[in-house]
């Protein structure tokens, strides 16, 4: 009698078990206890409100704007302009310095610094591999343009959204008041990345292969992203409010993806952790303020007027971003300036905007940058990374607080 042998079932396969990323939660418990802080009376419900109604606006261009960068990632503007870049350079390692530069700069000029630390960074990172160069220079150029490069234009960050609106500047006249400031942050932070990274890092001869040109894999999707940029850029320059601009923009782009690629669109493509994350730390910073903050930062701010007290502003924001996180540097310096004094409101912008890249919490740029460097398997020099950030800190904010005084 022949016995069938049954194979026994095969065990189940193992289940990836979802775990948050640490930002998941910072954002959640800020949430909640920004929640907390409104439910229990330790904000007053006016002021409540009022704070709500002010990000309203942030939150629709955040939320819009960053959704925007992903589809046009995916699109392949990026990677097609990377490695156009390489290709331009010729094999220069000199010359690729500044187009990577430019690009890390022009970037967060107009899609904001979170698109450069979140989008650019793993362009540059596979740049990087496919060239066989040092990933370093590359990463340290999105993490440090994507911080000092965010003055020019109220786009460009959201602490300049809020001191725009506190100044009340339009964006064209807002964006003359910082052009030099930017212009000396941007050429301080081109300057020490070539020093103490670029040169240091660069290839035998200074050259480099450069790679074939990326080809995106739907033309039409790339053509419909890009053109959705240029008119994203092009409603900012015309004074299109920025929710409204970067709403229209995303419209044009997403009817590109529900023509040519539907599964793309998913709900994860929305930035909820930023939106949980700005709205509680709204909410905190402004109770905190009532209950302490404000005095603290009052006294470091000090009533001084003139260059003195530009550059205590400059220096307090950069100094409070480092220890807590720009965001809450900007707010709490923002609370106890009068609006009229215009220059110290903008000196204090420039330190919480150049300032903030001594610790990797100080902006959360800077954390998106670390995770996604993390995740390519890319590990920067810490030491050499922190000594030389707060020499930029330092010397950027100096020198950018400086050449507001010269438009002032």
């Not at 109604?53 to 990377?82: K, M, N, Q, S, Y």
């Not at 670029?198 to 001869?205: A, M």
């Not at 912008?349 to 610790?359: R, S």
Request: aromatic share 6%; with cysteine; charged share 10%.
């Amino acid at each position: 009698m022949k016995l069938d042998v049954v194979a026994p079932p095969a065990p189940p396969a193992p289940t990836t078990r979802w775990r948050p990323h640490p930002l998941d939660l910072v954002a959640v418990v800020l949430a909640v206890v920004g929640a907390a802080c409104a439910l229990s009376g330790l904000l007053p419900r006016a002021e409540t409100t009022a704070t709500l109604h002010r990000i309203l606006p942030l939150l629709l261009f955040l939320g819009t704007v960053i959704v925007l960068a992903e589809l046009t990632a995916v699109a392949g503007v990026f990677d097609v302009l990377a490695s156009r870049l390489a290709i331009a350079s010729r094999g220069r390692w000199a010359a690729l310095f500044l187009l990577c530069g430019g690009l890390a700069t022009l970037t967060t000029l107009v899609l904001n610094l979170d698109t450069t630390a979140v989008l650019l960074t793993p362009v540059l990172l596979a740049l990087a591999r496919t060239l066989r160069v040092p990933a370093a220079p590359l990463a340290v150029t999105t993490v440090w343009l994507a911080n000092t490069a965010s003055l020019l234009l109220p786009v460009s960050n959201l602490t300049n959204l809020l001191a725009a609106d506190r100044v009340g500047l339009a964006p064209l006249t807002y964006a003359t008041r910082m052009a030099l400031p930017q212009l000396v942050a941007v050429a301080v932070t081109m300057a020490l990345l070539w020093f103490t990274w670029w040169r240091r890092d660069q290839p035998t001869g200074g050259r480099f292969v450069p790679p074939a040109a990326h080809v995106p894999a739907d033309p039409v999707l790339h053509r419909t992203a890009l053109a959705g940029c240029l008119l994203f850029i092009g409603g900012i320059l015309a004074g299109v409010q920025i929710g409204l601009a970067s709403t229209v923009a995303l419209a044009l782009v997403l009817v590109g993806f529900v023509v040519r690629s539907p599964a793309t669109l998913r709900p994860g493509l929305v930035p909820v952790r930023l939106l949980l994350f700005v709205t509680g730390l709204f909410l905190v910073v402004q109770t905190l303020g009532r209950h302490g903050l404000d005095d603290v930062v009052g006294t470091m701010l000090g009533a001084d007027g003139g260059a003195l007290g530009a550059l205590r502003a400059g220096g307090t924001g950069a100094l409070i971003a480092n220890a807590l996180n720009n965001l809450p540097a900007y707010l709490a310096g923002e609370s106890v300036l009068p609006a009229g004094d215009a220059t110290r409101l903008l000196a204090l912008l420039i330190g919480t905007n150049v300032g903030p890249l001594a610790a990797p919490w100080a902006s959360l740029a800077t954390l998106l940058w670390f995770e996604r460097c993390r995740a390519a398997g890319v590990a920067v020099p810490l030491t050499r990374f922190v000594l030389t950030s707060i020499l930029l800190a330092v010397t950027g904010t100096l020198g950018a607080v400086g050449a507001l005084l010269l438009v002032s």
